[in-house]
């Protein structure tokens, strides 16, 4: 497996270039001495100042995640996301690999199936994962080891310099869309995963699942529309046959998790019959950033 390099990424104290030191994996470095060593599972925490008020997913949502989607109930959409960000690497070869960034990776199961089809393909990018869950990227880290998978908050300016970056993936995670339109080079794609309205309709009551805001896809068209132009949005609809501990996975791992009452949705799950089906349903939202930085080629 190539090493990941370090030349697209920028230190979180003074935003100049990091290296590897001695070109290992090892440590990070910036000119100006600020150096990252990787926590014991390969991660880096570049969570700097004062922190952060947002409530990162905790251990047993994630290993719900990890669980759930390592089953390959999502799977379909892994493939959709691929197909998505894949015509946005058409220049690259292994010798001259592309750039992807993964926001809010989780346990970094999407990214995962997107370098497979990059290599499948026979090219390459070099990889990003930020997540603010430290406990999701306990996990991604191990599944990605060639990406660099980053402890960072996507509503502070991103560790990235300006236009690197051929495809920003975000798949139910926040979009911080001037940051995302910085970072991406002109011509890269942005790729959006939303719930529709009936996500998990079948089991969103019993479960305690977050409904999900009709109005969703004009907030999404708004909140990127200054740096963003729409090419394409996709529905894909997988039919599940959950048993009872996937339909509780799938509870534990969405944002409803931070509130659920574990011991309500252990009884919930015990009372249902051996297979429930539900039905997922995704959007798919490829965008283009509008503005760019950069020279202009
Ligand atoms: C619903 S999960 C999706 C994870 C992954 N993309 C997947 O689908 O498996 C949302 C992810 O966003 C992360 N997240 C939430 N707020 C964040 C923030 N401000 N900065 C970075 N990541 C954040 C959470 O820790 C969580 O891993
Ligand atoms: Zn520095």
Redesign the pocket.
Same mark, same amino acid.
Request: negative net charge.
């Given at each position: 497996m190539p090493p990941a390099s370090s030349a697209s990424l920028l230190c979180p104290v003074c935003r100049d270039r990091l290296h590897f030191r001695g070109g290992t994996r090892r440590t990070l470095v910036c000119p100006a001495g600020h150096s990252f060593d990787p926590a014991r599972q390969g991660y880096f925490n570049f969570l700097v100042g004062k922190g @952060?008020v947002?409530e990162?997913?905790s251990a047993d949502m994630?290993a719900a995640?990890f669980d759930f989607?390592s089953a390959g109930h999502y799977r379909p959409l892994a493939d959709a996301v691929a197909d998505a960000a894949l015509p946005a690497f058409a220049g690259s070869t292994p010798a001259t690999p592309g750039t992807v960034l993964?926001?809010? @990776?989780? @346990?970094g199961?999407?990214l995962r199936v997107l370098l497979d089809r990059l290599t499948a393909a026979g090219t390459r990018a070099e990889a990003v994962g930020?997540?603010?869950?430290k406990f999701?990227l306990r996990r991604a880290a191990r599944l990605n080891p060639e990406a660099v998978n980053i402890v960072?908050?996507?509503?502070q300016p991103l560790p990235v310099p300006d236009g690197v970056v051929d495809v920003v993936t975000?798949?139910?995670?926040?979009r911080n869309a001037a940051e995302f339109a910085r970072v991406l080079r002109p011509g890269g794609r942005l790729v959006v995963?939303t719930p529709r309205p009936g996500h998990l309709g079948e089991i969103a009551g019993e479960a305690g699942l977050l409904g999900i805001d009709p109005a969703k896809d004009q907030r999404l068209a708004a909140s990127l529309g200054h740096s963003f132009s729409a090419l394409s949005a996709t529905d894909l609809d997988v039919p599940l046959a959950l048993q009872p501990a996937d339909v509780g996975r799938l509870a534990l791992?969405?944002?409803a998790g931070h509130h659920l009452d574990r011991g309500a949705l252990a009884a919930m799950t015990a009372g249902l019959p051996p297979v429930t089906d539900v039905s997922a349903r995704f959007r798919i939202s490829v965008f283009e950033p509008l503005h760019h930085h950069g020279p202009v080629t």
């Open positions: @952060t947002f990162a997913d994630v995640r989607l993964d926001a809010g @990776t989780g @346990t199961h999407y930020l997540d603010i869950s999701a960072a908050d996507v509503w975000v798949v139910f995670a926040p995963v791992m969405g944002p």
